[in-house]
């Protein structure tokens, strides 16, 4: 099955869109600052998204359906989707939107503004936000979208799971396009909840450091277009070449010390790809910046993966956008691919000791054939996916 | 599309009324179960210390994963599988939002891991050792329908069998008025692809579109008594009944068609038939 990404957009704190990404890539500038979330008094830093703010959906409102649509509204996403409603119809094509956070911002906030009687606010009384499967009713609503629509919350592997759907409809054909997404927000419920697992750091984070002391938090939105290759109506040069999903079977918020669950992702991954470790050029790494996160990722890609492979976490820059992770990380693997440049691991001065890797904090030009993106979520939650460019050899 | 033939190995079951797939069955064919008194299940699969820490909807969805995945004799370890709740946990949502709108922020550790959608997948793989695929879905309404298509695509697309699970506890009280649920409900089914066994009936699938939108999506009519009707309108993963009536049919028939809404403009058609 050959699936093509004919258009990708990105919407982070590095950047509105993903050439506003690449820059700030490119000059190693950083998307994080200081907390000034409403309502939070964490020491810490965070990727926030500013513009989002200044958006109000009405009947719809919530943060994170107002990042969904700033993000549909960048490069030509909603453009393509208009043509591709056009050339097949609305119900052919479908929608998966990995999300962590769905829209539980608003609850927090109609929990603030409860009535005298304890009940929320009529203008809060919104069925199709307070769940789990609000993005995709959303997208659904703003874009004219009548197909299929999805909701995977898998935690911070969710919005990379999506290609995996994404990829299977195409192939049994009920749809012949599918917009997969992935949106998460900031908001209390994760600053306080992460917070209390002790694993967010008063520092911007520093990915594989020696010193790393935690995670920042960030939002995101990620959008692309996928299509079989032999329909594709626009040609970015970029396949999904495998994915590989797997369990932990270890704990709800620790991962497996071996990595046990990473590997067998990872391994399948490869598989599906018909790729071994070395033909992988770039890995763009979960690289939470906790303390296990990184130990047990970094021996596992130290133990899987030859110095030829060049890998980075790219957090430093967005922050950790949990259940949009997974497709902001992809795609920048995939600019990456497109751009031949690997981004470095922003802020990483000494690696951790206990690690040998081909990681470094400049950002490098190398020419790129395969990228993979790896995201681990809790529950034991692994999804890996490889990216290669078209027309290479099989 | 071509159709997705499938076969249904192995079913769990537990709500207002009945604890498990037997009794479930045996109401659907017309017999009267009065309500239960007791509140959740407390699935053995779970280790104990764990299990006083699971939420009531990850006991329901393991409690019936654990019995569908015996019903069909297979080894759970082995099983990808895919989960779906419609509303989510609300009770933990509505935790996180009453401490989150006081002065003292502090929220527990446990019960914001438990407050993923996935946690009954998490609880799921642990407890049953299953390294495989793990999926956590959301579908609001049309959660079951959504789920079932995602899981039959897989288990075409891999030809191997998998669990799945539909699971919605009673709404918090804060959002019971929008989320009108107030009941528990959870079944599992563990599907294969046509020709892995032998069974008696045999399935397929499409997805079928349709010229006009949908105002407002409607699910077949269900014919059962009172206390299992209000459950199949109000509770999300009930809709499921209208897929386990056909298989729990005790008549002799030659085919069955039931079409449950995907979305405004499709739905997802179900076909049941004696095996040839």
Redesign the interface.
Known sequence: MDIRLIDYQSTTAAGINIDALAKSIDSQQSGLRKNDLFGCDIDTWIGRVAAVDEIDLGEWQSRNNALAALGLKQGSITENLARLKDKYSPARVGIVIGSSTASIDRSEEGYRNLDENGHLAPRFQQPLVHNPHSPSLFVAHHSGITGPAMTINTACSSSAKVFATGARWLAQGIVDAVLVGGVDTLCLSVMYGFNSLQLISDTACRPFDQSRNGINLGEAAGYAILMRAEDAILDTGVVLRGYGESSDAHHMSHPHPEGLGARLAIQQALNMAKLSAQDIDYINLHGTASQANDLIEGKLIGSMFPKSTQVSSTKAWVGHTLGAAGITESLIAVDALRRNRVPGSLNLTTLDEQLDLSIQSDNLAKPLNYVMSNSFGFGGNNCCLVFAKAGDKL | ??D?GFQILGVGAWGPNFQNWPELSAILNGEKLAAHEIKGPKPEVIPANERRRAPLPVRLAVESSWQAVNDAGLDP?EL?CVFV????DTQL?DY??????TDN?????TK????????A???W??S?????????????QE?VS?AM??AL??C??EQRPLLITFYDAPSS???C???KNDVSFAASIVIAPRGYSETRLDFSAR?K??QL?QAENHWPELDVQKMLQSCYAKNPSAKILSLLKLLASVEPRSSGVIELP?????SLQITVAQSA
């Open positions: 599309m071509s997705i370890a990808p709740s419609g509303i989510g949502t996180m939002c009453t401490v989150l709108a922020k502090a929220l527990s550790p914001f891991h438990n407050s993923v959608h996935n946690a997948a998490g609880y793989t642990i049953t050792g299953c390294t495989q695929a793990a999926n956590s879905v959301a579908g609001f959660s959504l298509m995602e695509i897989q075409q697309a009280e804060v959002l008025g929008l989320l997805v579109q349709h939108k995907l979305s405004q403009q499709t």
